[in-house]
């Protein structure tokens, strides 16, 4: 994985006019990629996507093949059989993904100030704002974003693990 300012600094590079990706997408909206709540999302999923993939990956390798070969056997095409066996049967942990996700790109400093710059209103995250109280030296502000994220991230992982729990005792009792 690369550090988050190398690969901020990369995708601003590549979301520019001058570039491919940006070139396309400022032909599309009419709006520059580069400094938009749009790069910030795009950077912020291909930061966290090792996040995501590593708990699905985990989830399809324990699924294993036979329930897909009867689903099939049965005349599942290969969608029906995602949406009537996978997805059911690894729902929590694409609930899991998304929260690990979401959790890491919530608190991510250095892709998002590359791509998405700090413009109040428009750019400005919560990472970003907690920086701008510290350099302000306004720390009674910092403390009550940095105690926000503290509790936010610690109530989404304590659902991930409630909502793992089950599997978990599943598992241990067979």
């Known amino acids: 994985m690369l550090p988050p300012t ?7 590079i590549a979301f520019s006019p001058q570039h491919l990706p940006g070139k396309i997408w400022q032909q599309a909206t009419g709006q520059q990629l ?3 709540f749009s790069a910030i999302v795009i950077g912020s999923v291909l930061y966290s996507l090792p996040f995501v993939v590593q ?4 989830a ?3 699924l294993g ?10 005349g599942a ?8 066996i996978v997805l059911p049967l690894t729902k929590t942990s694409f609930i899991t993904a998304a929260s690990l996700g979401f959790a890491h790109t919530v608190g991510e400093f250095g892709v ?3 791509i998405g710059g700090n413009i109040p209103g428009e750019t400005r995250v919560l990472s ?3 920086f701008d109280h510290v350099e302000a030296f306004d720390y009674a502000k910092a403390h009550v974003l940095a105690i926000s994220l503290l509790v936010g991230s610690m109530i989404l992982l304590g659902c991930v693990y409630l909502l793992n729990l089950p599997r978990r005792i599943t598992r241990e009792v067979n």
């Open 65 to 74: 093949d036979s329930l897909l070969e009867a689903g099939s056997m049965l």
């Open 60 to 62: 399809f390798e324990q």
């Open 77 to 84: 095409g290969p969608i029906d059989r995602f949406f009537t």
């Open 112 to 114: 998002i100030l590359m």
């Open 6 to 12: 190398v690969l901020g600094f990369y995708l601003l």
């Open 34 to 36: 580069a400094f938009s």
């Open 128 to 130: 970003i704002a907690l």
């Open 55 to 58: 708990p699905l990956q985990k």
